[in-house]
T-cell receptor, first 111, second 112 residues
Framework: DVKVTQSSRYLVKRTGEKVFLECVQDMDHENMFWYRQDPGLGLRLIYFSYDVKMKEKGDIPEGYSVSREKKERFSLILESASTNQTSMYLC??????????FGPGTRLTVT | GQQVMQIPQYQHVQEGEDFTTYCNSSTTLSNIQWYKQRPGGHPVFLIQLVKSGEVKKQKRLTFQFGEAKKNSSLHITATQTTDVGTYFCAVDSGGSNYKLTFGKGTLLTVNP
């Protein structure tokens, strides 16, 4: 079975802090994705990566950056956390055009 | 990018009743995927439809892709409490980079 793990289920940070969210997949997938999920807004793509060191902006990249130094690991970075970044963050991976496998999510609260 | 409208936003049914959610696009889709997210869980892939007019079944779930490949539906026959969750459709955002655009989802609640 494909397994996608995220570093934390719950995280509380203060405004202005730098926040790292880590995601690891064990199926050698090329593509990895970061989404945020908010009530009424569904899943919105922040960034995705289609290869090591390759990345593309999604629909809402402002305030975020990403890093993919190894194929199995994709990190989301909040350079200076703000309260409007309080959300559920979901990582996913996929093999080319096929289904996406999601991690359990990280619920981030910025106070 | 690709846009997809999903309706209804919410649906509450009595156990045993049927349920349908719809996804509509103004443009022709190359394919469409369906996901289910249980309360407190993460989205889980259900199925992918590729061909015009395609119909696929998974037990009580029936998935259809429209003839024009602009719409799709997920129908659940005789709902059970285990069907509770949010159902999302997702479409290829376009280009060759395998991004998906998700519908906003339909939250299904089932009264036992």
């Amino acid at each position: 079975d494909v397994k996608v793990t995220q570093s934390s289920r719950y995280l509380v940070k203060r405004t202005g802090e730098k926040v790292f969210l880590e995601c690891v997949q064990d199926m050698d997938h090329e593509n990895m994705f970061w989404y945020r999920q908010d009530p009424g807004l569904g899943l919105r793509l922040i960034y995705f990566s289609y290869d090591v060191k390759m990345k593309e902006k999604g629909d809402i990249p402002e305030g975020y950056s990403v890093s993919r130094e190894k194929k199995e690991r994709f990190s989301l970075i909040l350079e200076s956390a703000s309260t409007n970044q309080t959300s559920m963050y979901l990582c996913a991976s996929s093999l080319l055009g096929w289904e996406q496998y999601f991690g359990p999510g990280t619920r981030l609260t910025v106070t | 990018g690709q846009q997809v409208m999903q309706i209804p936003q919410y649906q509450h049914v009595q156990e045993g009743e049927d349920f349908t959610t719809y996804c509509n696009s103004s443009t022709t889709l190359s394919n469409i995927q369906w996901y289910k997210q249980r309360p407190g869980g993460h989205p889980v892939f259900l199925i992918q439809l590729v061909k015009s007019g395609e119909v696929k079944k998974q037990k009580r779930l029936t998935f259809q892709f429209g003839e024009a490949k602009k719409n799709s539906s997920l129908h659940i026959t005789a709902t059970q409490t285990t069907d509770v969750g949010t159902y999302f459709c997702a479409v290829d955002s376009g280009g060759s980079n395998y991004k998906l655009t998700f519908g906003k989802g339909t939250l299904l609640t089932v009264n036992p």
